[in-house]
């Protein structure tokens, strides 16, 4: 004689499987129609020079330490207009941007002491929404991204002090231009003074006398 618990799950699975299988065709509209939004980073007009994974900290100056800002991918960037470059660095989880600045002539890339992974550098950066002076120390997972980021950078930052030295000579030789052209429409500028003519001699007037 057969169970009847065991009789009572196989009409149960029966069940189960039966409004599997049974499909009403009705449908649920969904309560709040989401649509899809452009999310923009900024970095549309600019060309990627370097991409890599890296720890970066910062030296707090008031606790005289260095403290971890974040770990995810550092860029190197070059705007397709300007030509400038800057370092954008984001963090891994939430794309919180932890380094913002422009890479000019006065970077200096040095290798921290006790550590071929990592190099220091001081810059102007824009990452809290305001220009500050920081000091920031990257790691690398290995000596040659290390190495590969800090001649890049080396390299760029020499490439601006070249092209703002040129800015520099044509500015002044375009200011020099403008104060000779200036000085030369003075001068054509100036009035012409006439000479005097002396009176004419009445002869008649010393025949008379």
Same mark, same amino acid.
């Given at each position: ?157 020499? +490439?601006?002090? #070249?092209? $703002?030295?040129? =800015?520099? @000579? *044509?500015?002044?030789? %375009? ?9 030369? +429409?003075?001068? #054509?500028? $100036?009035?012409? =003074?006439? @000479? *005097?003519?002396?009176? %004419? ?9």
């Amino acid at each position: 004689m057969a169970d009847p618990a065991e009789h009572r799950v196989v009409e149960e699975e029966e069940a189960t499987a039966a409004g599997e299988e049974e499909d009403t065709g009705a449908q649920i509209a969904p309560i709040v129609k989401l649509e899809e939004v452009a999310i923009t980073t900024g970095e549309e007009d600019e060309e990627i020079l370097l991409d890599m994974k890296a720890k970066l900290y910062r030296f707090d100056k008031d606790g005289s330490q260095w403290k971890e800002r974040g770990t995810g991918t550092v860029k190197l960037l070059k705007h397709k207009e300007t030509a400038k470059v800057r370092l954008v660095m984001r963090q891994a989880k939430t794309l919180k941007i932890c380094a913002n600045h422009l890479v000019v002539a006065s970077i200096k890339m040095q290798e921290h002491a006790g550590s071929d992974k990592s190099c220091v550098w001081h810059a102007l950066d824009f990452a809290d929404g305001e220009l500050k002076e920081e000091m920031f120390a990257i790691r690398f997972g290995s000596v040659e991204n290390c190495k590969k980021f800090k001649d890049l950078v080396d390299q760029i930052s020499e +490439e601006q002090g #070249k092209n $703002e030295e040129k =800015e520099s @000579e *044509e500015a002044s030789s %375009a200011a020099e231009l403008v104060e000779k052209l200036t000085v030369t +429409e003075e001068k #054509k500028a $100036e009035p012409v =003074e006439k @000479e *005097e003519t002396p009176a %004419a001699v009445d002869d008649s007037k010393d025949a008379k006398e």
